[in-house]
């Protein structure tokens, strides 16, 4: 296998004239997911129990038969201060009632309780995958998703890498401003992809970036979240002068900040670079 060109880092993923562009195409991926597997989706749609799949995924791709053993996960998320042991006992549990996950085959050890992953977990995570790979190459010109195409054993390859990577970085820890009050909400990252996937392109000097939105209902709709906690988030947010309305609240266009804006593209592209760069060390190490 031709192994891919490096990744951009970071910096260069925030100062490519397409940017705005991927990103728009890349929420959009996001949210046809969220609508194919919706609840898979929620599941998975707070920054903690995003985290937690993550980490579940990674141990079930490192596992010579795809089971689990729960006291591993727990240990890792311990290990990692990612939740308490009984927020991800309770995620386990939840996965297991909406059949994303299921017990697998008993152990003569009747301490180790094996968890296997259903086959929508894994078709969710490819097409995780494959959104970021395509963006990259939207990015810079590359043929990752092609590569991927080929050989869809380079998920397996290559995840643990990603997760190992993510782990040592700040995305266990919530991210600052308002991207951290709405990251960790429930569903809130699906709530920053429908924004961020309606933004036009910035002008230099904008203060004000109008999105696709012009009341709470269009907001909420398919999302797993309240009125009553959106509008309240949303005017916290409000409050932090990251976005507003062009006129009378939730009857008006929605506008948000430059800099919430500036928040949301530093998150995906450090989680890029970060894919970028494991895919590629992953096809190096292709005999």
């Given at each position: ?152 054993t380079l998920l397996a390859r290559t995840h643990p ?21 709405l990251t960790w909400l429930n569903e809130g990252g ?25 009341a709470y209902g269009e907001l909420q709709s398919t ?65």
């Amino acid at each position: 296998m031709t192994v891919p060109h490096l990744s951009p880092t970071p910096a260069e993923i925030l100062a490519s004239g397409h940017l705005r562009a991927a990103l728009r195409t890349l929420a959009a991926g996001f949210l046809s997911l969220h609508t194919d597997m919706p609840r898979l989706s929620s599941i998975f749609a707070a920054q903690q129990r995003y985290m937690m799949g993550q980490v579940f995924l990674s141990l079930a791709f490192q596992s010579a038969d795809g089971t689990v053993l729960l006291s591993e996960f727990l240990h890792h998320i311990g290990r990692h201060t990612i939740a308490s042991r009984n927020t991800a006992d309770a995620f386990v549990k939840e996965m297991i009632r909406y059949d994303i996950a299921a017990d697998g085959p008993p152990r003569q050890d009747r301490r180790c309780r094996p968890i296997v992953l259903s086959d929508l977990a894994y078709e969710a995570i490819a097409r995780w995958f494959g959104l970021h790979l395509a963006t990259l190459d939207h990015l810079d010109g590359g043929h990752r998703a092609e590569a991927f195409n080929r050989d869809p054993t380079l998920l397996a390859r290559t995840h643990p890498r990603i997760v190992s990577a993510l782990l040592q970085s700040n995305f266990c820890a919530p991210p600052s401003g308002t991207f951290s009050l709405l990251t960790w909400l429930n569903e809130g990252g699906l709530l920053m992809d429908r924004l961020m996937g309606t933004l036009p392109d910035i002008p230099p000097g904008a203060t004000q970036v109008p999105t696709g939105f012009s009341a709470y209902g269009e907001l909420q709709s398919t999302l797993r979240i309240s009125r009553t906690h959106l509008v309240r988030n949303l005017r916290q947010a409000e409050d932090m002068g990251s976005l507003g309305w062009t006129g009378k609240r939730g009857q008006s266009v929605l506008w948000v900040s430059p800099g919430f804006v500036a928040e949301y593209d530093a998150y995906q592209a450090e989680k890029l670079a970060v894919i970028g760069h494991c895919f590629h060390a992953a096809c190096a190490a292709l005999p």
